[in-house]
């Protein structure tokens, strides 16, 4: 039992708030001001996205403010304070580079987490998906610290490398070895 409760905060990590709350999230909420557009000029930040576990599935970027209280919050309770949620959701490429770029709504400080839902259900499955941050910190059980992956987006684009995790045991997530 003391295993199911160790687990049970990097589950809630990924686990939409809204799935506890009784809130109803969709996959369009924060969408819609998200894409970088042709030419764009910023203020964006472009993710190259690393150490992918298979080309199967879909990678969700979301950006969130720079604070331990709105990150990984609740998509509908951000949009509904007027806080920043930005959302990008892309097939993973077949073959080179997995790029996402994303728009924000002025230069500052933002937290930024990348999903890689390998069977697209649009569900965390803590034992197949894999999950990365911008500042690319060490995983463990819980969510990590705002602060650990904050990253400065200035006026132009920006850009960041992020190394997905995966989970490798019990209790541990962490890159694949050898990529």
Excluded: W
């Excluded at 034992?127 to 992956?149: C, E």
Aim: aromatic residues 6%; positive net charge.
């Amino acid at each position: 039992m003391r295993y199911i409760t160790t687990l049970l905060p990097l589950a809630a990590l990924l686990v939409p708030a809204s799935a506890h709350a009784g809130l109803r999230s969709t996959p369009d909420l924060g969408t819609s001001n998200a894409r970088c557009r042709s030419g764009e000029t910023g203020p964006a930040l472009r993710v190259t996205v690393t150490g992918l576990k298979d080309r199967q599935g879909v990678l969700k970027l979301e950006v969130y403010p720079a604070n331990d209280r709105d990150f990984l919050e609740d998509d509908n309770k951000l949009i509904e304070a007027g806080k920043v949620f930005r959302r990008i959701i892309r097939n993973v490429p077949s073959s080179g580079e997995a790029q996402l770029c994303v728009r924000v709504p002025e230069p500052g400080l933002y937290a930024v987490s990348i999903l890689h839902d390998r069977n697209d259900n649009r569900k965390f499955d803590l034992s197949k998906d894999g999950v990365g941050f911008t500042q690319n910190p060490k995983l463990g059980l819980s969510k990590p610290r705002a602060d650990s992956v904050a990253v400065s987006i200035g006026r132009g684009i920006d850009a960041e490398t992020v190394i997905m995790n995966y989970r490798r045991g019990l209790f541990s997530f962490g890159p694949i070895r050898g990529r």
